[in-house]
């Protein structure tokens, strides 16, 4: 298998990285199994389970390991869903936060407690405008949200 990136990130799951792998690959256009791993007989699990999943997401290309449960995901680590519209990022809020848990800002764990950010493009414009009260109203209503409403974000901007 030929390697897209020099850097990919790998996701350390205790037994669901499959699992973890072909939901995200069913999410996300251009995306796809590349291989699938599994212990031999003399591995530290069980002979057959899977071990490794790699796999793109809209052409990013991870890895997924079954090392164990001595790890879990933190909020110090996520993947950053910037969508082209209001739409898109609800699309993607919906999904992959179904079982899992909805943060503040945008952020959210999915079923596997895996972190990620969702939103508009347009918020980074909002939140680096050059006016800095503007900036700093739309500061201000995006910290009061879990799902990011750009509407209303655009609303506070504009209020004077």
Not at 49 to 57: G, S
Not at 100 to 118: I, M, N, Y
Request: net charge negative; proline share 6%; aromatic share 10%.
């Amino acid at each position: 298998m030929t390697r897209l990136n020099k850097i990919t990130p790998c996701l350390w799951f205790d037994t669901r990285a499959e699992e973890a792998a072909r939901f995200y690959v069913g999410l996300f256009d251009n995306s796809r199994i590349l291989r699938v791993r599994h212990f031999g007989p003399d591995g530290p699990r069980p002979a057959d389970m899977v071990l490794t999943v790699d796999f793109e997401i809209d052409g990013q290309q991870i890895t997924a390991l079954n090392g164990g449960p001595e790890f879990t995901f933190s909020e110090a680590v996520s993947l950053q869903v910037i969508c082209d519209s209001q739409e898109e990022s609800d699309h993607y809020w919906a999904k992959l936060g179904e079982g899992g848990e909805e943060g503040q800002c945008g952020w959210l764990k999915d079923r596997f407690g895996f972190s990620w950010q969702v939103f508009p493009a347009e918020l980074d414009d909002l939140l680096a405008d050059p006016d800095p009260g503007r900036a700093g109203r739309a500061m201000q209503a995006m910290l009061k949200m879990g799902r990011i409403d750009l509407p209303e974000i655009r609303r506070a901007a504009d209020a004077a």
